[in-house]
C-alpha cells in the first residue's frame, strides 16, 4: 500500500480489490488556494489510477484531493502533484532544515504533458495494510491575508450560506437569512468554531482503517473525550501504537522548537498525518505547506500565543501540546 503526500500534498495509497478507498481530507478554503487543498472531503473525492513502482510492482493509488487530476503517478513509486510555488518553495527550504525527516521528501520539479509537477516521497513505502489519520494543526485554516482580501469585495455568498445552514440552520443571522447569503469572511470564522480548531488547536480531518472503514464526520468534534474515542478507534485500542505515536509526536515538537523555519513562518492548514499497520509500525509526518508563507524579516512566531488579526499567530505548538497532553493521558487510563 502507498501514500504520497508533499509539503501540500494530499495522499495516495493502494488496496486490495474490493477494498474501500483511502480517504483524505481538508477545511475549506479560499477560492484562490482550492486546487491546491489537500485531503478534501474524503467521502467526495476519491480517484483511482494505476502506477508502477521502481521495482515493477503494479501498485493502485488514490488522489485525495479538492479537485480530480491534481495528483498522477510517478517513476520510482513517487507521485506527481501539480505545481503551487508557495509549497515547492518551502520544501526546498526544507531540506536543510531540522524539520527534514518529519516532512515527506522533496525530488523537485518535472514537466508532464504541458504541466508542471512536485515529485513527492512515497510515505506508505515499508508499511503493510496502513491506517490513515488526517489532524489539521493549528487555531485557523485561513491566512489573514485572505481575510484582508475577502473584506475588500465584502459580497454575501449564497454557496457558504447554504453550507452553514447545513450544518446548523441557526448559525446565519436573521439577514443572512433574509439575503441567502453569508460574507467570506464570516463563514470563514464560524467554520472554525464547529471543531477542535479553535478549542483544542487541531482537528481530526479524516480516518480511514486497514479494513476499509472510513470516517469524516468530524466537522463538529469539539471536546477533549470525543478526540480521545476517535483515537482509540483508530488504533484498535493497541497502547503500543499509541506509545510510538506519542514518541514520534514529541520528537516532531522537539524539531518545531528548534526550527528555524518554523519561527519564519506562518504555518496554516497544515496537517500531521498518522500512519501505522498490523506490524505495530507507526510514524507521523507534517505535510500540507501550501498555505505557509514567510513572515517579514526580523519577525518570528511563537506558535503558541493566541492569535489576534495582525499577529500571525497560528496557534500550531499549542495545538501539538494538546494533542500530546491527550495521548499521554490517554496511556494513563
Known sequence: MRLDVAAAAGGAGARPAGQAPLPGSSAEGAEAGEQNKPWRKLKDMVHWS??????RKRCPWVQLAGHAGNFKAGDFGRVLKK?????????ERLVQDVLQPYVP????LVEQDGETYIQMEDLLAGFDAPSIMDCKMGVRTYLEEELEKAREQPCPRRDMYEKMVAVD?????PEEHAQCG???????????TLSSTTTLGFRIEGIRKADGTCN???KTTRQPEEVVQA???FVDGDRSVLVSYLGRLNEVRLALEQSEFFKAHEVVGSSLLFVHDRTGLARVWMIDFGKTVPLPAQRTLTHRLPWVEGNHEDGYLWG???????LENMLKE
Not at 50 to 55: G, I, R
Not at 105 to 108: D, F, K, L, V
Open 105 to 108: 521528501a522533496y525530488h523537485g
Open 83 to 91: 505545481f503551487c510555488p508557495s509549497e515547492q518553495q518551502c520544501l
Open 231 to 233: 483515537a482509540w478507534d
Open 50 to 55: 494505476p502506477c508502477v513502482v521502481s521495482f
Open 320 to 326: 501539538l501540546d494538546n494533542l500530546i497532553t491527550i
Open 169 to 173: 440552520p441557526a448559525a446565519p443571522t
Open 182 to 192: 453569508v460574507l467570506k469572511p464570516r463563514y470563514m470564522q464560524w467554520r472554525e
Open 216 to 218: 469524516t464526520s468530524f
